[in-house]
Structures are given as structure tokens and as C-alpha cells.
Nanobody, 114 residues
Framework: QVQPVESGGGLVQPGGSLRLSCIASGRFFAINGMGWYRQVPGKQRELVAALYSDRRTTYLDSVKGRFTISGDNAKSTVYLQMNSLIPEDTAVYYC????????WGQGTQVTVSS
């Protein structure tokens, strides 16, 4: 299975927005759900947002109301719209399945700083 390819990260000021994109096998996501994860050095990777095959979504408490996950199975792409960013959102962001995972991609760095 091909690794996911994440993009869209960058440096943004607090209060700013970014939209992350991830391309992976649409078939894999349809079976396992789509998830965005993040990791900072020295900490475990955490699930930030998930989109299941029944269109149900779940979010980490700290990002609720600020982040929105969406997906396009036809394009095998999952997105993460991130608004009102805060420094604590700084991390490397990855996408992968939720119920099952494949090899991790390179991720995309998000840095929130003034």
C-alpha cells in the first residue's frame, strides 16, 4: 500500500488558518475512515480529527470548533481546515486510516508563531 502524502503546512501567525491536504488510496479510506494526526517531539502521536464512512466526525477537544475534516473519495483526498490557530497547534501533521493504518507518510509541518 502506498503511503499517504500530506501537504499544506507552513508558518502562520496565531489566529491564522491553514488547509491541509492528504492523498492516499480512496479504497483504503472508505474502509478504514480518514484521520488527521499530529505529533510534537517527545510526545505520542495523537488523533486530531476523524471522518468515518457514515460521515460521522470526531475531534480532539482542543480543536473542536476550530478544525474541520472533510474528504473526497473520488479524489482519494482528505482535508483538514484549521482556523483560529494557536501556538499549541504547532506539530507535524499526518493523515492515515482510523480503524486500520498503513505506513506513515512524511507529514507536513505546521508552525504557529508570531
Amino acid at each position: 500500500q502506498v503511503q499517504p502524502v500530506e501537504s499544506g503546512g507552513g508558518l502562520v501567525q496565531p489566529g491564522g488558518s491553514l488547509r491541509l491536504s492528504c492523498i492516499a488510496s480512496g479504497r483504503f479510506f472508505a474502509i478504514n475512515g480518514m484521520g488527521w494526526y499530529r505529533q510534537v517531539p517527545g510526545k505520542q502521536r495523537e488523533l486530531v480529527a476523524a471522518l468515518y464512512s457514515d460521515r460521522r466526525t470526531t475531534y480532539l477537544d482542543s480543536v473542536k470548533g476550530r478544525f474541520t475534516i472533510s474528504g473526497d473519495n473520488a479524489k482519494s483526498t482528505v482535508y483538514l481546515q484549521m482556523n483560529s490557530l494557536i501556538p499549541e497547534d504547532t506539530a507535524v501533521y499526518y493523515c492515515n486510516g482510523v480503524l486500520g493504518r498503513i505506513a506513515w507518510g512524511q507529514g507536513t509541518q505546521v508552525t504557529v508563531s508570531s
